[in-house]
């Protein structure tokens, strides 16, 4: 399959012009779908009011079907199993998030690297323990939600570990990992002081050490973080309505910052470094910075309309900063957008957006930045579950080559008995999978969210794709060729375990229902008829290669790879 075949099926059909939208927008209201009610309005007067009857209890909501099942958890897991596909069905939307939102870490990444040996002098100046500790708990650990978010988070909250230029670089992007896996249902405000304190982000935007301007030297704070920090992880580079559409004035997009708020929001990070010169260990890289007050710029920092003033302690400074950047009214639509873009579709509605939006600046209990309420909305969204809307040519996103590794590797339940997952580093477009968890090159990802394939349809029809920036011809072929090495072989002992499925290997028809349903691969009648004739075509007897085969052409069909 090329990846042309991929934009077609994004884009199936042609999309009309974009324009400003409504309340509710027409695709909406097409499908009989109401976001707000009228008021009820009465004329005055002073005599008695009779009674008005309470309105009779809405019928209770069918439970999801297990297609309807497997669709959510293609979006709120990084791969799901018949159980949890039944738990869905068993439960509903609602119950299933709020046993996902109760459940612990059952270790942290930091906790498994030290209990693995991986913190010792023999690992200091390697890696070795980062891709094993990634996969396993993006595959094994329960907490399939908290894994999804995190991850998402992962991707534009961008710490790469090639980029980290520490002692045991492993334990300190695992210790940043950590935070995100943490913060993922906590307050976005929070999540903003603990990654900005984290060792490793200190290291790899360069603000670890930074000291304050030098007149005698000419030199001054590094700019690299301040910048960052409003660019890609919280305010974007354009004013945005609260539905994430771009503000202009007299036709022009009006821009967040100036190159004066970079260098002043710049001093607020300036004496941060590590808390200890014990470097015989990795600890240090687990605990927040803290800041040495003779490298802190000490006089006043203006930014944002916002001036801290002069002979405010370096705490204090980065306090004040974030509380300022927190309130700008961009962060509510830039990282609901982003989010949504991550669990549910490339392209959100304007109304999508607004909607999450209003949910981050108030969780319905007067609390701004609530991480699991704005996740919940994007989940619950009729824009994520009403399966009219599912089947729109603008709905959707290329599902991340990550995720379909995951999602096969929890769907038939793979395992490393030895612990070692042997996964590796997969990032290689050429032989494996153009990605790989917590190895971006780049503060800007292995893709931006705003990125469109030039000259496709994609950018025709004025749409964004942002995984297919890492997806090209020699992409795709890797991709297949890796997948059609690991279904039947797994990666030395992380193998998947087809005991269950192998009972339909001789009822083709069911057996393809059934890797469709798990892999949430929603496969259309004519690609299962593929499916079917090719799995057909071998003999009955052969259950291994029919299942492999069912499964592998599922992982390649055009409906798996654009989540819907």
Not at 136 to 165: E, K, T
Not at 231 to 250: E, M, P, R, S, W
Not at 332 to 348: E, H
Request: net charge negative; glycine share 10%.
């Amino acid at each position: 399959m090329s990846d042309g075949d991929a934009i077609a099926t994004l884009t199936g059909e042609e999309i009309p012009p974009e324009t400003e939208a409504p309340v509710t927008p027409p695709h909406l209201a097409a499908l009989g779908v109401t976001l707000g009610l009228a008021a009820c309005g009465g004329g005055g007067g002073t005599g008695s009011v009779p009674a008005t009857p309470a309105p009779p209890t809405p019928p209770a909501a069918p439970p999801p079907t297990r297609l309807q099942a497997a669709r959510f958890l293609s979006q709120a897991t990084v791969g799901s199993s018949k159980a949890n596909v039944d738990a869905v069905v068993a439960q509903g939307y609602d119950a299933w998030l709020d046993a996902q939102f109760a459940m612990p870490r059952a270790i942290t990444h930091w906790d498994w690297l030290v209990q693995g040996g991986f913190a010792t002098t023999a690992t200091q100046n390697n890696q070795q323990g980062f891709d094993p500790v990634m996969w396993r708990q993006l595959i094994a650990s329960a907490d399939q939600l908290r894994q999804r978010v995190g991850m998402a988070l992962l991707d534009f909250l961008v710490v790469g570990i090639d980029g980290v230029d520490l002692p045991w670089k492993q334990c300190a992007v695992a210790a940043y990992v950590d935070v995100l896996m943490d913060g993922a249902f906590g307050n976005f405000r929070t999540l903003m002081q603990n990654i900005s304190l984290n060792v490793a982000m200190g290291y790899y935007l360069t603000f670890a050490g930074n000291r304050k301007a030098n007149p005698a030297t000419g030199a001054v704070p590094d700019e690299n973080y301040a910048r960052e920090l409003m660019q890609l992880f919280t305010i974007g580079l354009l004013k945005l309505n609260a539905d994430g559409t771009v503000q202009t004035n007299g036709g022009v997009p009006v821009e967040t910052y100036s190159q004066d708020d970079i260098t002043g929001l710049a001093r607020v990070f300036t004496g941060w470094n590590v808390d200890s010169a014990d470097n015989s260990t990795p600890d240090r890289l687990r605990r927040p910075m803290v800041n040495n007050a003779s490298q802190h710029e000490t006089g006043a920092k203006t930014f944002l309309g916002t001036t801290i003033p002069a002979g405010t302690s370096g705490p204090q400074s980065l306090n004040l900063a974030l509380d300022a950047i927190f309130a700008h009214p961009n962060v509510a639509p830039f990282i609901s957008k982003q989010l949504i873009q991550r669990l549910v579709t490339s392209n959100p509605p304007p109304a999508y957006v607004a909607r999450i939006s209003a949910v981050f600046e108030n969780n319905g209990g007067g609390v701004r930045g609530d991480l699991k309420a704005v996740v919940r909305a994007i989940l619950l969204d009729v824009e994520a579950r009403n399966d009219a809307i599912a089947g729109t040519s603008t709905e959707g996103k290329l599902r991340e080559p990550i995720m379909r590794l995951t999602g096969w590797a929890r769907a038939f339940g793979a395992s490393s008995p030895s612990g070692t997952w042997p996964i590796g580093d997969t990032s290689s477009s050429s032989t494996r999978l153009a990605q790989s968890p917590g190895r971006s090159q780049s503060v800007f990802n292995f893709f931006r969210p705003g990125y469109t394939p030039p000259n496709s349809a994609i950018a025709a029809a004025g749409l964004v794709a942002p995984e297919f920036q890492i997806t090209n011809e020699p992409s795709v072929i890797a991709y297949v060729n890796y997948m059609a090495a690991i279904v039947p072989n797994g990666s030395g002992d992380f193998k998947a375990d087809y005991t269950a499925i192998l009972a339909l290997a001789n009822d083709s028809a069911g057996l393809i229902d059934e890797v469709d349903i798990l892999l949430g691969a929603a496969l259309s009648v004519a690609t299962k008829a593929s499916i079917k004739a090719a799995v057909d075509s071998i003999a009955a007897g052969s259950a291994s290669n029919r299942v492999y085969t069912a499964i592998l052409l599922t992982l390649a069909s055009p409906e798996y790879l654009v989540q819907k």
